[in-house]
């Protein structure tokens, strides 16, 4: 049976994190997912790669965390998903307390899906270079596994360094939630080979598709098994896609291909136009459950 969650920018003038929570796990969703940008930067010199321009909701924002804390809260089966956080601009340590903490108080229901990020500046405000992303998400990521893990972490790398530490909670899931993967160059399935639990791309439509060039899924889920199987690594990996529209055809494809949840996009809206969606979307998913 396929897991269907949502995915909403969530935006100060949007339906709040709690009520659509508590909207999506009464209509059947497996899943609740936001995004993030801790700003954008004012001089919109690093293009948007979804177009021209670049939407509002995206430094409308809550914090993720904080917002899907608030969704915990009304929820009790749903699972909390950053949709994603972007590792290369928050502090491991930190990070690792807040995911652990959210991880806990919700009786382990986090998905955490991470990216590099797209924006130059952006990232260059939170003083990291551009060309270094990946390796700097990396380091951190396993930095953060470490922390979840170990009684007493220590890390040392080129980006993170640090002596032993004690933190606490730990995550109710067993060495932290699964880490999705956001992203779809060559490297990605290597990447999550090596630190990572499945792969996370976001949906592309015709236009999108014309404007970034196509990603082909069915591939890069051959390629994420290959790499997890060359890398011994046990069980199998997670293949979650979103940003889908109301197409249950191009959702059946999705999952023919052998993802195993898809996440439907909402508008970043109030809620007078948020619920129909919603609706649509639970009927495609009840449609295709049974």
Known sequence: MADFGVLIFPAHYAVAPDVLAKAAEARGFESLFLPEHTHIPASRETPWPGGAELPRQYWHSHDPFIALACAATVTTSLKL??????????????????????????????????????NVEEMANHGVDFTTRWRVLRERVLAMRAIWSEEEAEFHGEYV????????????????????????????????????????????????????????????????????????????????????????????????????????????????????????YAEIGHSING
């Open 81 to 118: 998903g950053t949709g994603i956080t972007l590792v290369t601009e928050r502090d491991p340590i930190l990070m690792a307390k807040q995911v652990a903490s959210l991880d806990f108080l919700s009786g382990g229901r986090v998905l955490l899906g991470v990216g590099a990020g797209w």
């Open 161 to 280: 360094d640090f002596d032993r530490l004690w933190a606490y909670p730990k995550p109710v899931q067993v060495g932290g939630p699964k880490i999705l993967l956001g992203a779809s160059s060559k490297w990605t399935y290597a990447r999550i080979a090596e630190y990572g639990d499945g792969w996370f791309p976001i949906h592309q439509d015709a236009s999108r598709a014309a404007a970034q060039g196509g990603v082909d899924y069915a591939a890069g889920i051959a390629a994420t098994r290959e790499a997890w199987d060359a890398a011994g690594r046990d069980g199998k990996p997670d293949f979650s896609i979103f940003g889908l529209g109301p197409d249950q055809g191009r959702v059946e494809e999705l999952l023919e291909m052998g993802f195993n949840r898809v996440i439907f996009g909402l508008p970043s809206a109030d809620a007078d136009t948020v619920m129909p969606l919603l609706d649509t």
